[in-house]
């Protein structure tokens, strides 16, 4: 609900509000975000003299009135808030001060589709939008604001009149007066993503940038903000997720008195935007909350996230139980083999078999050719098309790998279009996995991309794509793009290749990849409805990554697959059931030959896909609860929202010599319902006050245990 009192802006959903109030000099105060309120928070603002706080001219002698101490909306430079800004322009005449007064609002119900950027699709939501105009450029600040469960969507659009500014930061800032605040983020490496930290909000900015470009494995762009003594069940908690693929910037901060300062947004130090006469849509922000705890955030955001961010109208191919051919040959294939392993993907009970990377030109290393996109027909024994009609014609769907933002240097592209890769002008570039990245901002680019994918989806018939994205981007410099635009232009250039085919080939399921996890985030999701989780298949590692992974994303998001043994990550040798009880926590699959399985592996892999679609549904649409997240032992409970069915997984990671027993509470179960659970009726009271006991051997190191629980 959106209430507009005079100048008293209050936002109430589910569970939340979020207040803003318009004051006497036009500036727009951020009041209150937490637990839902009724009347005016700006009561608890203290206006003092505080020594050294600068006032605004407006004000006078009234010393008591400061941007030093006041919760802004909208906060820049030069004002004397000398706290981290959100919001740099620079003027026409250089300077970097800017005061931006409310001009308008308005409140109507409708669909706020941002052209050419990823946004939240709900039918007749309720918005707010402000307008603010700054004082000496004119430039508007638009901020919209969406209200939907225990979930806010804010938008923010710059548009500039005659007068030309630079935007040169770009983030949403969020401004507590009191209150003790740690913020959760999910940090690691290739191999390693999204691994959870937690680090108290104190004075003197804690920051992460991400100005590869992309998300990065380094540092995802969601973050959790949290009460000091918030836990998994207990707690307020309001996450921040931004609807972007590219660079972008996080900081917390204290200040002296006391107040926190939260800021995101696209960007890193490349980016600056001239703009006159025109505008600039940021991408948006998703922020949920909930007082009940991170459990309870993580349900409450990932079901907003399936139904008003992940892509919808897939394909027949809803869930695809898929076999992907990397790990098991490599570069190392002929058609006839794929055929054989594509044959028996069939026979295991898969929907879909995927060629990876070494089908095109002359790859059969990570070297060259990236740009050519045609078949390697010497390699193949045959073309595209006659591959994938005798793949199809075993019953199974076709799809196939390719990384259409690349150029090898030793390719016909780079040969004939230099000056198509992001390249400084009189240096050489900076490779990374031997390729260099196209400039999507160039539109000649994006067209030549749109071209081939349309011959590969048209003559290779394909079901599904694995867009992958190995490197990230290092020279900012386009033949085409001012350098500071670059980081927004090329991810528009890369977003509009994903609406086309989204518009044009609506059968067509996408998978995002970025070498595993390197791009994971709501910009892809909007587009791509799975994103391969990591190149780290091993089960052990991957439940680490995919408990980070769940806090702000759904699992049927995770592109997850059952590899051989040992390991090719980190040689571990896991039990098959193990390794599949930890990919069904995700979009199931497999990535190992099948024609080199044992029989009784053969038997046992086809009893548990079986089982995977018995319960695909719940994973895909029930509440995933982490019940048990130690060094020790993980598990976790996928819930049906009804409470009539629960699939439980545990891993125990190394067995010991007289061991602790695990035992985890069932939350997420109803506690006036009996459960039936391996033949034994239970109440669910007992389920989730007094828990169950996990019923580990300890016979042998990774053990797992998998449970199904049905109401009776
Ligand atoms: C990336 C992907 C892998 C595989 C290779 C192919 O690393 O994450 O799954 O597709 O590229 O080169």
Not at 379 to 399: C, H, P, R, V, Y
Not at 534 to 541: F, G, K, M, R, V
Not at 683 to 688: A, E, K, T
């Amino acid at each position: 609900m959106i209430k507009v009192e005079n100048n008293l802006f209050t936002l109430t959903g589910d569970n939340f509000t979020y207040q803003m109030k318009v004051d006497s000099f036009g500036r727009l105060l951020h009041l209150y975000h937490g637990p839902k309120i009724i009347g005016d928070a700006s009561s608890i603002i203290s206006y003092r003299d505080r020594g050294f706080s600068a006032s605004p001219y407006e004000a006078g002698f009234d010393r008591t009135y400061s941007y030093d101490y006041l919760p802004l909306e909208i906060s820049t430079l030069g004002e004397g808030d000398f706290r981290t800004p959100g919001i740099i322009i620079s003027q026409e005449d250089g300077t970097t001060s800017s005061a931006f007064i409310y001009k308008e609002h308005r409140v109507y119900n409708g669909s706020n589709k941002i052209k050419g950027l990823p946004s939240v699709v709900i039918e007749d939501a309720e918005c707010l939008e402000i307008t603010l105009e700054e004082e000496l450029s004119k430039a508007k600040i638009i901020l919209t604001y969406i209200i939907k469960d225990s979930s806010l969507v804010r938008g923010l659009e710059i548009v500039a009149g005659d007068k030309k500014i630079k935007l040169k930061k770009a983030l949403y800032t969020f401004d507590y007066l009191y209150g003790s605040f740690d913020v959760t983020y999910f940090e690691g490496r290739h191999c390693s993503e999204r691994t959870r930290k937690r680090a108290t909000i104190n004075t003197g900015a804690l920051t992460f940038t991400s100005r590869k470009g992309a998300t990065s494995h380094q540092i995802n762009n969601g973050f959790i903000i949290c009460d000091s003594n918030t836990t998994e069940l207990f707690g307020s908690a309001l996450s921040l997720e931004l609807l972007w693929s590219g660079s972008f910037t996080f900081f917390a901060e204290k200040n002296q008195y006391g107040s926190t300062r939260v800021g995101l947004g696209m960007g890193s130090e490349f980016f600056e935007y001239e703009l006159q006469n025109s505008s600039i849509a940021l991408p948006e922000l998703l922020i949920t909350f909930s007082s009940n705890g991170f459990s309870d955030l993580s349900i409450k955001n990932n079901r907003f996230i399936m139904s008003h961010i992940r892509r919808k109208n897939l394909s027949k191919l809803n869930n695809p139980v898929l076999l992907n051919n990397w790990e098991a040959t490599y570069f190392d294939f002929t058609g006839e083999k794929l055929l054989s392993i594509a044959k028996e993907a069939k026979a295991l009970g898969c929907d879909l078999f995927v060629l990876d990377d070494g089908w095109f030109s002359n790859r059969n290393d990570d070297l060259s050719s990236l740009g050519d996109w045609f078949e390697n027909k010497d390699k193949l024994k045959m073309d595209l098309n006659t591959l994938s009609s005798l793949i199809t014609k075993e019953g199974i769907a076709f799809g196939l790998w390719v990384e259409p933002e690349m150029v090898s240097e030793n390719s016909i592209l780079f040969k004939n279009h230099p000056e198509w890769a992001l390249m400084l002008k009189n240096k050489k570039p900076v490779r990374g996995r031997y390729q260099l990245v196209l400039d999507l901002s160039n539109k000649d680019v994006v067209a030549y991309i749109k071209s081939f994918l349309d011959d590969l989806i048209t003559r290779g018939k394909l079901s599904y794509m694995k867009w992958d994205y190995n490197r990230f981007i290092t020279d900012f410099f386009s033949s085409v793009t001012p350098a500071g635009k670059i980081e927004y232009d090329y991810i528009l250039g890369l977003y509009s290749i994903f609406e086309y085919l989204n518009e044009k080939y609506p059968h067509l399921m996408i998978e995002g990849c970025s070498g595993g996890g390197g791009r994971f985030d709501l910009g892809l999701i909007y587009y791509t409805p799975q994103s391969w989780l990591s190149d780290n298949t091993d089960a052990i590692e991957r439940l680490d990554i995919e408990f980070g992974s769940s806090y702000l994303y759904p699992i049927a998001t995770f592109g997850s697959h059952v590899s051989a043994v040992p390991n090719h990550q980190t040689h571990r040798v896991t039990p098959l059931f193990t390794r599949s009880c930890v990919a069904m926590l995700g979009s199931y699959g497999l990535e190992l030959d099948p024609t080199k399985l044992s029989e009784e592996e053969k038997n046992e892999i086809k009893f548990e896909i079986k089982e995977y679609k018995k319960y695909a549904s719940l994973i895909k649409d029930g509440d995933f609860y982490r019940l048990l997240d130690s060094n020790e032992a993980s598990s976790a409970l996928c819930v049906s929202r009804d409470k009539s069915k629960a699939l439980l997984i545990a891993v125990n990671r190394l067995s010991h010599g007289n061991p602790v027993d695990h035992h985890v509470k069932l939350k997420g179960l109803d506690e006036n319902k009996n459960y039936l659970i391996n033949g034994k009726v239970i109440p669910g009271s007992l389920l989730v006050n007094a828990g169950l006991l996990l019923p580990f051997t300890f016979s042998n190191d990774y053990e797992a245990i998998r449970l199904y629980i049905e109401e009776v």
